[in-house]
């Protein structure tokens, strides 16, 4: 879970700025009345030992031959969304205890969130390690976009796939009807 006291204290916003190499996300943002900044699209990431610790059970599972390769990454990706969904869910109620930040809208399944918040917060996260990125405000619905078309990529490809191995299967039938028509003929004649 997020250490509220972390996100809540910052200090010298902009030499954590220039530390943390973004400088530039004054530019990005508008500052408001009370401090915070304009919408950015921020990435969360899951944490990142859990993660670690689930990548070597995996692989100690594989080794031990009790899971396939394939069952693993399939294991892999569930639950490494699991643990994104876990760590939006925290920033959104951590968040909802700062009255300057506000959660426009999240996408818990790609861990991305658009959020109104003071420049120092953000970056505080950032160097904690929960946020793996501070984006600009359009990149939140333009990744959305990106991930459905990719979605639908992917669901054609299986589409294509399977149709191809019901051709392929057709194919195999009428090759074996033909060789059992031929060796008929070869046996009446």
């Not at 639950?79 to 009255?99: D, K, M, P, W, Y």
């Not at 996408?107 to 658009?114: C, N, T, V, W």
């Not at 991930?147 to 194919?171: G, V």
């Amino acid at each position: 879970m997020v250490n509220r006291r972390t996100f809540l204290t910052f200090t010298g916003a902009s030499a954590t700025a220039g530390l943390a190499g973004c400088s530039g996300l004054d530019s990005m943002t508008q500052q408001g009345e009370n401090g915070a900044s304009g919408p950015v699209t921020i990435q969360i990431q899951p944490d990142q030992e859990e993660y670690a610790t689930l990548q070597e059970e995996l692989q100690s599972e594989m080794e031990a031959g009790e899971i396939s390769e394939s069952e693993a990454r399939e294991e892999l990706e569930t639950r490494q969304a699991e643990l994104t969904e876990r760590a939006v869910s925290n920033f959104e109620g951590t968040a909802s205890n700062h009255e300057s930040v506000s959660v426009e809208d999240a996408d818990a399944e790609y861990g991305i969130l658009r959020v109104t918040a003071p420049p120092e917060t953000l970056i505080e996260q950032l160097q904690s390690g929960t946020l793996g990125g501070i984006l600009p405000e359009a990149y939140y619905d333009q990744y959305l976009e990106q991930q459905k078309r990719r979605e639908q990529q992917q669901r054609l490809q299986e589409q294509i796939a399977e149709q191809q191995e019901s051709a392929n299967e057709t194919n195999e039938s009428a090759d074996s009807t033909n060789e059992s028509t031929d060796s008929a003929n070869e046996s009446a004649e």
